[in-house]
């Protein structure tokens, strides 16, 4: 799978490319099938942190992180800033339900979907972009793992917001 660029992105089968602030206002296009997500800055995109984000707080831990924290866990030469799963073998959830949860954290609802927090403490979230790719015989935990495989091997880490903490 290549994930260069948006082109290949998109030619790896992944679809929607909505903003977050679309997204948020209406999730109706995000499919009901377990897959696989990334988010992803927008071209050119300058990043700016934000001391306190917009994120929630998860079995009463406190969301954010320190400016410098999030400075030493950005990739400049990323797209991609994030990537996760929704559903598998053993789990019922799916794109719509994951995304839904992962969105409502950012507003800062007590939702589980603590991972990828980092993103929340951007400046400008909502320009962002998720795309998502359906795996209606794939298991997600799989191509997660290969795409951030993928991503490591090209920036020696993993994406911003996939921190494991």
């Not at 992944?14 to 071209?43: A, C, Q």
Request: net charge positive.
């Amino acid at each position: 799978m290549n994930i260069e660029n948006l082109e290949s992105i998109k030619k790896s089968g992944f679809n929607g490319f909505i903003t977050i602030l679309e997204l948020k206002s209406n999730s109706t296009s995000i499919p009901k099938v377990k897959g696989v997500y990334m988010v992803l800055r927008p071209d050119n995109k300058i990043v700016e942190f934000v001391e306190k984000g917009t994120g929630g707080f998860f079995n009463g831990e406190y969301p954010n992180v320190t400016i410098m924290e999030l400075e030493n866990s950005w990739i400049e030469e990323a797209q991609i800033i994030y990537i996760g799963k929704a559903g598998g073998s053993n789990l019922d959830a799916t794109l719509n339900s994951r995304l839904k949860q992962y969105l409502s954290f950012g507003r800062g609802k007590k939702v589980g979907h603590r991972g990828g927090r980092y993103i929340w403490q951007i400046k400008d979230i909502d320009d962002y972009i998720i795309c998502w790719k359906e795996l209606p015989s794939d298991e997600p935990r799989n191509i997660e793992s290969e795409l951030l495989g993928i991503f490591k091997e090209k920036f020696h880490n993993r994406p911003f917001a996939n921190r494991v903490n």
